[in-house]
Nanobody
Framework: QAHLVDSGGGLVQPGGSLTLSCAASDFTLSTYGMSWYRQGPGKEREWVAT????????YYSDSVKGRFIISKNVAKNTAYLQMNALKPEDTGVYYC?????????WGQGTQVTVSS
């Protein structure tokens, strides 16, 4: 059954970096638009970043623009979210999403905690 597996979360100090991975199983990411969302403690899930299905355009929320980079490696069938200059307000569960026409998949989430 097609699904996504998020990984790479953990505890990091403010100013540090983490790279999240989103591996696809039983389907190919090549034509899918990829997005990352996050949900902080006591907050609603919010959109973070999107990479279009063609892989040519990226979009970021204002809160992460200039610090995060979304990408995908078609050969590895995996998407990534590189997070730099992390802040305590970046803490939350991060979810990847793959969307193409009428197909929509979510990862299970990976916890990111930014704290000293």
């Amino acid at each position: 059954q097609a699904h996504l597996v998020d990984s790479g979360g953990g505890l990091v100090q403010p100013g540090g970096s983490l790279t999240l991975s989103c591996a696809a199983s039983d389907f190919t990411l090549s034509t899918y638009g990829m997005s990352w969302y996050r949900q902080g403690p006591g907050k609603e899930r919010e959109w973070v970043a999107t990479l279009t299905g063609t892989g040519t355009d990226t979009y970021y929320s204002d809160s992460v623009k200039g610090r995060f980079i979304i990408s995908k490696n078609v050969a590895k069938n995996t998407a990534y979210l590189q997070m730099n200059a992390l802040k305590p307000e970046d803490t939350g569960v991060y979810y990847c999403n793959a969307r193409h026409i009428d197909r929509n998949y979510w990862g299970q989430g990976t916890q990111v905690t930014v704290s000293s």
